[in-house]
DNA sequence: TCGCGAGTATGACAAATGTCATATATAAAT
DNA sequence: ATTTATATATGACATTTGTCATACTCGCGA
């Protein structure tokens, strides 16, 4: 019997992932958490043979956990709507035995879970191409700068906050849109979030 | 027997819901689609008790489809993430019987869809209580502005998708900056979004 | 230890953005 | 018929944003 954690923020889906996979006869979901620490408590609690996480959700990430529970005999499996690169190499440098998307019919799941616990490693096709395509770019203090500008900031807050003028501040942003290839700063927000390099 | 048609983009999401009804004795799902259109066809071919219908989908919106399927005898219920007030009003505009978030635990949507069968309408509470709150405040011209602001564009690409001047196009966004509350065209486009006035 | 490249920082300058006063058209209210 | 309100449109002006040349530091390899 494969013994199964579930952590996952909508609790729709939770609740409908458990009832779908408890009708396999050789799963069971012995636990069900919706944030990152209740997963980890859960496992270390259950010693499950797989834990299945989202990676965005409260308190603490997917990822953050799947980091933590590096070690454990439990198997982790990725279970995310984001096919941004950025998430996936964070995954595997994690050490995550599977990343499955949202995408992808409900039958695959049941078959990746059994897959991992045989020991083999499931990623989703798509990812798995375009993963090492595209470093980030961007500095330390360059995506500290861009994360400001997301938020709303304009140039003087963003040079009194990180005690630098406001000449430097527009020197960075003049360096990331060049590196971004773009050519202001709504538009270096939306690429930045769609290659899935926020955070 | 409860006849559902089901229509959720995402594949794993829908799976698991169909797995879930169907464990209900009285429920059945006699169709699933993953987009608008599709869901539209199926609906027509079935006439089932109920559609349930998330709302960003491909090809058609779930609340295009909604509207178009009033009047049928099946009752519409959209399931979805996002707790816009502006969508639960178009929603609510388009007669549709039920309204519940992705959010809420899975046991709600069976006890849901029985009441919605049995004549009442379900709205989650959250909505109910923000919804006629804020009425989106721009003009259909500003709304372009800003859509097109969204989009990455700058004033001159504007002014000239538009046929008017740049000093016209950034007299707009100075309205828009200020009925929105906001200083800058960033700010301006998050507040639109959190509120649900895109599209 | 010299030079090279990368990261950080600055200010001068040019271009884009935001503010404001103003103008016209149109529809509703008096 | 006249006032009032609203949407649309424009340009002058001030501020903010983006570009570029330049400088300093640090670590690395020659």
Request: with cysteine; glycine share 6%; aromatic share 0%.
């Given at each position: 019997?494969?013994?199964?954690?579930?952590?996952?923020?909508?609790?729709?889906?939770?609740?409908?992932?458990?009832?779908?996979?408890?009708?396999?006869?050789?799963?069971?979901?012995?636990?069900?958490?919706?944030?990152?620490?209740?997963?980890?408590?859960?496992?270390?609690?259950?010693?499950?043979?797989?834990?299945?996480?989202?990676?965005?959700?409260?308190?603490?990430?997917?990822?953050?956990?799947?980091?933590?529970?590096?070690?454990?005999?439990?198997?982790?499996?990725i279970l995310t709507t984001f096919s941004r690169s950025g998430y996936f190499e964070r995954a595997l440098k994690a050490g995550v035995d599977g990343y499955l998307l949202k995408d992808s019919p409900s039958e695959e799941l049941a078959t990746s879970i059994r897959s991992i616990i045989a020991g083999r490693r499931i990623y989703?096709?798509?990812?798995?191409?375009?993963?090492?395509?595209?470093?980030?770019?961007?500095?330390?203090?360059?995506?500290?700068?861009?994360?400001?500008?997301a938020d709303g900031k304009n140039t003087k807050e963003i040079a009194s906050q990180l005690y630098i003028t406001t000449g430097t501040v527009r020197n960075y942003i003049s360096v990331i849109l060049d590196k971004l290839h773009v050519t202001n700063r709504i538009e270096a927000i939306m690429r930045f979030k769609e290659k899935g390099w926020f955070k």
């Open positions: 019997m494969i013994r199964i954690v579930l952590a996952e923020d909508q609790r729709m889906l939770l609740g409908a992932l458990a009832a779908l996979l408890d009708l396999e006869e050789d799963m069971q979901v012995v636990g069900t958490a919706s944030n990152g620490e209740d997963a980890i408590k859960l496992v270390q609690l259950h010693k499950p043979d797989i834990c299945i996480m989202d990676i965005e959700m409260p308190v603490k990430s997917g990822l953050d956990a799947a980091e933590e529970l590096k070690g454990l005999g439990t198997k982790i499996m989703a096709a798509e990812l798995v191409d375009e993963a090492y395509g595209e470093e980030n770019p961007l500095t330390e203090r360059e995506k500290e700068v861009l994360v400001l500008i």
